[in-house]
């Protein structure tokens, strides 16, 4: 009886700490995740839903977002950052509809591998929009810029923005955008421990050409699992559009299934 015992108690132990050092590493990850610039390979796969365009008009949009890190040297990092938008939207444009993939942009920041004195973790880089659309869902046009992220991260809280500049430098086609964009995301999270962290951002954009905002803030919530043997963050949540042209989206929701390969 006493072995059994013994036994038995070896073996909670065993589990405890096994589950302890997952609940660990889940809880790095997510906190990983809320940095933009983090040296962390992941893959999103972001689903959004947007209603309600004009009368009764929504948007399907999928955007594959991976996220790759390499090491520069001891001290900087460079992180690509790719945003490919898979659109469908019925009566967006009223009485049509159109379905394809939309225009590419690409990030590229150079940030330093360890943060500063005052906890500051930065990035900046360029950003280029590449016309990989179909025809009705492009802007016909280059368009490049600046881009730059700054955060904080203590204890369970990470703070920040992200913000990018783009101006059309080069097109083809008849219907060439003129392109001179500002996005502005300033973005709080706050873990929860097991994995767990909500979060709320706003999205907003500036058009300095027709000069009007769109700003849409987002609530989410995410959790960090492992299925099989591969690591996935799982998030969903709402937003809801602050400010936006007349016809706009009313409100919206968001899906989030991101692969992630920790080293």
Request: proline share 6%; net charge negative; aromatic share 8%.
């Amino acid at each position: 009886m006493n072995k059994a015992l013994c036994l038995a108690a070896v073996l909670m132990c065993s589990w405890n700490a096994h589950a302890q050092e997952g609940t660990e590493d889940a809880d790095a990850l997510a906190k990983a995740l809320a940095n933009p610039v983090a040296a962390l390979i992941s893959v999103p796969f972001q689903y959004n839903y947007d209603r309600t365009f004009g009368e009764d008009g929504d948007r399907h949009l999928l955007n594959i977002q991976p996220v790759i890190p390499f090491s520069l040297n001891e001290n900087w990092n460079i992180i690509s950052r790719t945003i490919i938008p898979l659109t469908y939207q019925d009566d967006v444009v009223p009485g049509s509809d159109q379905a394809g993939l939309g225009d590419v942009v690409q990030s590229i920041f150079i940030s330093p591998k360890e943060p500063t004195a005052g906890g500051l973790v930065w990035g900046v880089g360029p950003v280029v929009m590449l016309p990989t659309g179909t025809d009705d869902l492009s802007a016909d046009t280059w368009a490049a810029g600046p881009t730059g992220v700054a955060l904080v991260q203590r204890g369970r809280w990470t703070y920040g923005a992200l913000v990018n500049h783009l101006v059309d430098v080069a097109g083809h086609g008849t219907r060439r955008a003129d392109i001179s964009s500002t996005m502005l995301q300033p973005f709080v999270t706050r873990g929860l421990s097991g994995g767990r962290t909500v979060a709320v951002n706003l999205e907003s954009t500036y058009d300095w050409k027709a000069r009007r905002w769109l700003v849409p803030i987002n609530l989410q919530y995410s959790k960090v699992v492992k299925i099989g043997t591969q690591q996935v963050s799982l998030q969903g949540g709402l937003r809801s559009y602050l400010e936006g042209p007349s016809g706009g989206p009313d409100w919206g929701l968001r899906f989030n299934v991101t692969l992630l390969y920790p080293k």
